[in-house]
């Protein structure tokens, strides 16, 4: 295939409004960009985010602006790549972080896209989920699924903040994103992450009843950390520690669209991901790490957040030699495989 195509400006002038009137646009000058040589050229762009430097700004939001007339009192961590205007942290992901201070209620309402709650510090709040209160404790991952009615409460006495993951970017892209107010939900006594606690094991519809598509909702920290360390008893140093946040009834990924994973570092451990197509995103839940993105290097404290495009070659640096590092990883992955369009290379 030749390496040169005409441009849009070698056409004439007169060709080119014929065109425009008819809404039609020539193929040529552009199809370089659309179809990049050997691998895609991303828009995204190797971010860092820290949370030392957020949070004043979010509190500041606090006392700025109330619960009522933000409805969602959000920063969001918007990449350059994409610029401001698209509130993309990549190509199928958002970003923001939240702030409920105490004593607020943020109103029921459902929408289209999915997302999570990855709980960054506080106590005292809570997420109902379809009528399923979930606490919010730091590092639990909850899950607001596409159409499920949801709203976040408060009762402690400090700020709770988390960070919100969407594939927002990707449903308003489709033109399918919409959202629908409610009224306060009536809490219902079960709870999927008590029932859904030991890996392995499922309650038995001894009885048949309708199967939930999200049995659980709240996944603690608590238990994953745990889960972790397990995996870090039984392994070899070679072997990298990670889970991924699965629907315990199917064994599928918790949400259609992203992934979402924990990972572990060993202290003193370099771990180099292996360079995959999907966009990902770490999150520092404990220690103190550094991210190596292509070219790039982050250090990360705690709360931090970055994001690595696809196709880029990442190294998770874990800096304490006597305690280990934790993440939260969010990625395309789930989008990728379902499209056909997954690669990992070497």
């Known amino acids: 295939m030749t390496t040169e195509l005409g441009r849009l400006e070698d056409l004439p002038a007169d060709y080119r409004a014929s065109l425009a009137q008819q809404n039609l646009v020539p193929l040529w000058p552009s199809l370089r960009a659309l179809l990049p040589p050997g691998q895609p050229r991303p828009r995204t762009k190797a971010t860092h985010w820290s949370?030392?430097?957020?949070?004043?700004?979010?509190?500041?939001?606090?006392?700025?602006?109330?619960?009522?007339?933000?409805?969602?009192?959000v920063l969001v961590l918007a990449n350059p790549?994409?610029?401001?205007?698209?509130?993309q942290a990549s190509a199928a992901m958002y970003l923001g972080m939240q702030l409920l201070l105490p004593g607020e209620w943020a109103p029921a309402h459902r929408h289209t896209p999915n997302a999570v709650r990855m709980i960054v510090e506080g106590e005292g709040a809570y997420t109902t989920v379809d009528g399923e209160k979930c606490p919010m404790q730091r590092g639990d991952l909850v899950l607001t699924p596409t159409g499920l009615w949801h709203e976040h409460g408060h009762d402690g006495d400090a700020p709770v903040v988390w960070l919100d993951v969407l594939d927002l970017p990707l449903v308003h892209y489709l033109e399918a994103s919409y959202h629908v107010d409610g009224e306060r939900q009536a809490v219902k006594p079960a709870r999927g992450d008590l029932r859904y606690a030991h890996a392995g094991l499922v309650p038995t519809p001894v009885f048949e009843r309708?199967?939930?598509?999200?049995?659980?909702?709240?996944?603690?920290?608590?238990?994953?950390r745990a889960a972790l360390e397990s995996l870090a008893a039984q392994s070899p140093a070679s072997e990298p520690l990670q889970v991924t946040y699965v629907n315990p009834e199917t064994g599928a990924d918790a949400q259609a669209i992203l992934g979402y994973?924990?990972?572990?570092?060993?202290?003193?451990?370099?771990?180099?991901?292996?360079?995959?197509?999907?966009?990902?995103?770490?999150?520092?839940i404990e220690g103190a790490a550094e991210a190596q993105i292509a070219d790039q290097r982050f250090a990360l404290a705690e709360a931090d957040t970055c994001?690595?495009?696809g196709f880029c070659a990442v190294a998770l640096v874990n800096q304490s030699s006597t305690q280990p590092a934790f993440f939260f990883i969010a990625d395309e992955s789930p989008l990728h495989r379902k499209l056909g369009l997954y690669e990992q290379r070497a």
């Not at 949370?51 to 009192?73: C, D, F, N, Q, V």
């Not at 924990?262 to 995959?276: F, H, K, N």
């Open 261 to 284: 994973h924990a990972l572990m570092l060993r202290p003193g451990e370099t771990r180099v991901l292996p360079v995959r197509s999907p966009a990902a995103v770490f999150h520092l």
């Open 81 to 87: 790549g994409h610029g401001p205007e698209s509130m």
């Open 307 to 309: 994001c690595a495009p």
């Open 51 to 73: 949370y030392e430097a957020l949070r004043p700004l979010l509190l500041r939001a606090g006392e700025l602006t109330p619960i009522e007339k933000a409805e969602r009192r």
């Open 210 to 224: 309708a199967g939930a598509r999200h049995p659980v909702l709240r996944y603690p920290w608590a238990n994953t």
